[in-house]
T-cell receptor, first 108, second 113 residues
């Protein structure tokens, strides 16, 4: 089993849609969690950290369920510029473990 | 503010040649990471340093790969000799500390022919 597993992609959605990405992790001792975004041929960039109580940043909402070892990212009112690959990331003992990523394509 | 700086941005070399990739982390960051990304394997951690000391090099593919961090503002990843299967994008990232968020450089796109 992979340490971090994400929804298979790609997700193709129209502008304005709400889209949700899910991620599970295998190590219950994982300490912190993040979502990164990666555009084609660019470096991964931090989108947001994920806190136990859930957190929101504009159109983006991240949730963490430690009991189920599950992380989610919700994007509301999606924009063309949201098209990218979204990486679920888990901190295990000081190392960040990256999921394979889920590709999102937002169409006009 | 300057982010993580990597050089070169692109490198094309022939099989058997030595390749050296360079990284300057964000000033004040204590941890530095080297990753490799390919379509097949995704993003793989090769090695990371904390306070210039290598902490975990279990991701280094084989003895042909070596990394150094002689001071807090500079690190190198060397491949000698290079092989076509080493072709990938190599990212350097730095972090304020272990387990904190990481900030990536623009990467070096390596092609070994």
């Amino acid at each position: 089993r992979k340490e971090v597993e994400q929804d298979p992609g790609p997700f193709n959605v129209p502008e304005g849609a709400t889209v949700a990405f899910n991620c599970t992790y295998s190590n219950s001792a994982s300490q912190s969690f993040f979502w990164y975004r990666q555009d084609c041929r660019k470096e991964p960039k931090l989108l947001m950290s994920v806190y136990s109580s859930g957190n929101e940043d504009g159109r983006f909402t991240a949730q963490l369920n430690r009991a189920s070892q599950y992380i989610s990212l919700l994007i509301r009112d999606s924009k063309l510029s949201d098209s990218a690959t979204y990486l679920c990331v888990v901190n295990q003992g000081g190392k960040l473990i990256f999921g394979q990523g889920t590709e999102l394509s937002v169409k006009p | 503010d300057a982010g993580v700086i990597q050089s070169p941005r692109h490198e094309v070399t022939e099989m058997g040649q030595e390749v050296t990739l360079r990284c300057k982390p964000i000033s004040g960051h204590n941890s530095l990471f080297w990753y490799r990304q390919t379509m097949m394997r995704g993003l793989e951690l090769l090695i990371y340093f904390n306070n210039n000391v290598p902490i975990d090099d279990s991701g280094m593919p084989e003895d042909r790969f070596s990394a150094k961090m002689p001071n807090a503002s500079f690190s190198t990843l060397k491949i000698q000799p290079s092989e076509p299967r080493d072709s990938a994008v190599y990212f350097c990232a730095s972090s304020p500390g272990r387990g904190w968020e990481q900030y990536f450089g623009p990467g070096t796109r390596l092609t070994v022919t």
